[in-house]
């Protein structure tokens, strides 16, 4: 059967000239990077490179880059750190409504701790709000922190001015750029940032691998304690396969950036294009400029039925795409995300996140319009809410 991978903010392959990079570095040059002698300094070697190679493809010095296991904890890394390293200037941080999970966990934990969070609310296309945030910012906050664009709606945020804004207020800024790397530029000079994650599997690159950028002079602990590795900032023998796989990946990415943007954009605008105009009842969800909209995502909400039932029936037909709901706690919770950009929660339960990679064809967005409008015709014949026509109930 034919399988159509539609799921890319989720996560991506591995490029087969990573794994190639990467291969050594199990097998043959398996040195711990922190050994004192010719195995150690020849894994040592690579590491060097590879920090090199992404701090210049963003813009930073090489000394402010740090290996971590992904996305994750690098967010972890930089909340809780700065959180702990600055708690006698201030104990109020700002982040925006629709982080990561990665985020919201990690701030829910720490008001534990008894520090202050305010979250930002974003417009219904799911920009921040910049007068909110002036006038969220007190003597003591100490961080500002929102994503540089949305993993489910894929709004690119205007990390700039937020970055002003905290600086003029001597606050950090720190952003999440795990789903905008490889997509938009990402330069943490023109950002203006003091913090970055992001994370290699969201390009081609190897999973459990990511970095945090770490402005130099910025005050952060360490969460992970350990040996003298990352300059004694995060403790773990250092995975040199990953970091070698991580830095190519970045490389080869960012060198046909601007052209596999393009083309995924076009992917994703004839998408919405064609279920806009095919399918009743259905709303877009994020911004309607596609310039200001993630090149890969197209986030719809399909009235009167369930998201999980259009992803069930999607699979089936080798189609793989996302929901916008999380199962938690056995209930179907919907996506924090929608709710904040003001999408009512019934509606919310109907949304399906379709991500498109360099590696799709016009074929394959074609095949999925034309399945999806099957089901989504199948399912709402089975609602309550239709009558045997098709037809909305006049209720
Ligand atoms: C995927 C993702 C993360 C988590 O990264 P991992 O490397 O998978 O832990 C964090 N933030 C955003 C916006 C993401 O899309």
Known sequence: MKQIYLDHAATTCLDERVLQKMTPYFTTIYGNANSQHSFGRDAQKAVDEARDT??????????????????????????????????????HVIISKIEHAAMISTAKELEKEGFEFTYLGVDSEGFVDLKELENSIRPDTILVGCMLANNEIGTIEPIKEIAEIAHAHSALCFTDAVQAMGAIPVNVNDLGVDLMSFSAHKFNGPKGMGALYIRTGVSINRIISGGHQERTRRGGTTNVPGVVGFAEALKLTKSTMKED??????????????VTEEIPYVKLNGPKDGNKRLPNNADF???????????????????????????SSGSLEPSHVLLAIGVPEEIAHGSIRFTFGKENTVEEVDYTVEKLKEIVNRLRAMSPLFDLKGEVKNV
Request: with cysteine; glycine share 10%; charged share 25%.
């Open 261 to 274: 943007s393009e083309y995924v954009a076009s992917l994703r605008d004839r998408f919405i294009k064609r």
């Open 54 to 91: 992404i701090a210049a493809l963003i813009g930073a010095k090489p000394n402010e880059v740090y290996f971590t296991s992904g996305g994750t904890e690098s967010d972890n890394w930089a909340l809780r750190g700065v959180c702990h390293a600055l708690k006698n200037k201030g104990k």
């Open 301 to 327: 909400s399909f009235e009167f039925i369930e998201g999980e039932s259009i992803l069930f029936s999607l699979d089936l037909a080798g189609i793989a795409v996302s929901s916008g709901s999380a199962c």
